[in-house]
C-alpha cells in the first residue's frame, strides 16, 4: 500500500512544486524584473525554504540547504533553457521517486518502500550527485536543439 502511495502521490507532488515554484514564481519574478539570474535565485530559496521542515534537514542543516538549493538551481535552469516546464516536471519527481525507492534517509517522516536505508545521511554526498545530474543535464541539453516545438516548425 505504502508503495502505492508513493508511485501515485510523489509525481503528483513534485508537479505542484514545480508549477509553484517555476510556473508561477519564477515567470512572475521575472516580468517583474527581466534578469533570468534573479528569476533563477528567487525560485531557488522558494525551492529551498518549504523544505526546510524536512526531518532530514535536522543532521546537517548548512548541506541540506546547498542540496536543496542546488536541486532549485538545476530546476530553474533546465526550465530556462527549455523554455517550458515539462523537463523540470520530470526531473523532480524523478528525483524524488529514486530516493524513496532506492535509497532514503532513515530521518525521513514516514518509512519509505526503498531497498537501501541511509542510516548515516551525507548531504555533502548527495550535493556531489546534484552536482554531478546537473552537469549530464546541461551538457544534455546543450547537444540538441532544445527550443520549443512549435518555434522548430517554419510558419507556412
Known amino acids: 500500500m505504502a508503495l502505492a502511495l508513493v508511485l501515485v502521490l510523489t509525481p503528483i ?5 514545480e508549477l509553484l ?3 508561477l514564481l519564477m515567470q ?15 525560485s531557488s530559496l522558494l525551492f529551498w525554504a518549504v523544505h ?21 538551481i538545476l530546476l530553474a535552469g533546465v526550465t530556462l533553457r527549455t523554455g517550458r ?6 526531473l523532480h519527481p524523478g528525483m524524488n521517486l529514486c530516493a524513496f ?5 532513515a530521518t525521513v517522516m514516514f518509512r519509505p518502500a526503498s531497498l537501501f536505508i541511509d542510516v548515516q545521511p551525507n548531504s555533502l554526498r548527495d550535493v556531489a550527485f546534484i552536482a554531478l545530474l546537473a552537469v ?3 551538457l544534455t541539453l546543450r547537444r540538441g ?9 517554419p510558419a507556412q
Do not use: K
Open 13 to 17: 507532488q513534485a508537479a505542484a512544486e
Open 21 to 23: 515554484d517555476r510556473g
Open 28 to 42: 512572475g519574478v521575472y516580468r517583474l524584473v527581466p534578469r533570468p539570474w534573479v528569476a533563477v535565485a528567487v
Open 52 to 72: 526546510l521542515p524536512n526531518p532530514e534537514d535536522s543532521g546537517t542543516p548548512g548541506w541540506s540547504a546547498a542540496y536543496y538549493r542546488t536541486v532549485g
Open 85 to 90: 516546464l515539462e523537463a523540470a516536471m520530470g
Open 101 to 105: 525507492l532506492v535509497t532514503a534517509p
Open 136 to 138: 549530464g543535464t546541461v
Open 145 to 153: 536543439d532544445v527550443r520549443p516545438f512549435t518555434e522548430r516548425v
